[in-house]
């Protein structure tokens, strides 16, 4: 079975600086996605970014971009720039190239923005 | 708009009785899945379901049941043998495309359910 840790469950960065959220993976398979989910107060899940296995290149979307290290089974998220909004429960999920499995989660982290 | 809707937003239960908590798709998706939130804890996968009339148990599927009867809608009753049924309940969905791979899952807003 796949799982997926979190090693930090709460991270505080000061506004406007860059924080960077880990996560590392176990798989035995060749193809498969990652992801990074916010969770706000709210509880609404919102994907942040994916990251395909197969491709080499960091996603990146505005201000969020990933570390992605396959061979050390590692996907880190960098936030630049950090806004008051940015607070909440952030989750790293994996699912297999097939999607039989559905998704695994991590246990999240706590990202907390000192103004 | 498409999206998922799950209901009850808040729901109680006494001891013993079964409840049934509802999602709905319009995105014509093919996989739905149920998770179960506990603080500290993530989300656990209870079942997912592929096609319909087909499901899957998930890591923690006692006490669970579900079905699938329509592409649209994967409702999940929490029966009396769960034991601690206390929790957030999300529901997922996601387009499987063949040999592109998954996209994204999609959430619902999410079912309280509390023990009374």
């Known amino acids: 079975a796949q799982t997926v840790t979190q090693s930090q469950p709460e991270m505080s960065v000061q506004e406007a600086e860059t924080v960077t959220l880990s996560c590392t993976y176990d798989?035995?398979?060749?193809?498969?996605?990652l992801f990074w989910y916010k969770q706000p107060p709210s509880r609404q899940m919102i994907l942040v970014i994916r990251?395909?296995?197969?491709?080499?290149q960091n996603a990146t979307e505005n201000r969020f971009s990933v570390n992605f290290q396959k061979a050390a089974k590692s996907f880190s998220l960098k936030i630049s720039d950090s806004q008051l909004g940015d607070a909440a429960m952030y989750f790293c999920?994996?699912?297999?190239?097939?999607?039989?499995?559905?998704?695994?989660f991590g246990k999240g982290t706590h990202l907390i923005i000192q103004p | 708009d498409g999206g998922i809707t799950q209901s009850p937003k808040y729901l109680f239960r006494k001891e013993g009785q079964n409840v049934t908590l509802s999602c709905e798709q319009n995105?014509?998706?093919?996989?739905m899945y149920w998770y179960r939130q506990d603080p500290g804890q993530g989300l656990r996968l209870i079942y997912y379901?592929?096609?319909?009339?087909?499901?899957q148990k998930g890591d923690i599927a006692e006490g669970y049941s579900v079905s699938r009867e329509k592409k649209e809608s994967f409702p999940l009753t929490v029966t009396s043998a769960q034991k601690n049924p206390t929790a957030f309940y999300l529901c997922?969905?996601?387009?499987?495309?063949?040999?592109?791979?998954?996209?994204?899952?999609?959430f619902g807003q999410g079912t309280r359910l509390t023990v009374v």
């Open positions: 798989t035995s398979e060749s193809d498969y996605y």
């Open positions: 997922a969905s996601s387009m499987i495309e063949g040999t592109v791979g998954v996209t994204e899952a999609f």
């Open positions: 379901s592929q096609i319909v009339n087909d499901f």
């Open positions: 999920a994996y699912i297999s190239g097939g999607g039989a499995d559905g998704l695994t």
């Open positions: 995105l014509n998706h093919d996989a």
């Open positions: 990251q395909e296995a197969y491709k080499q």
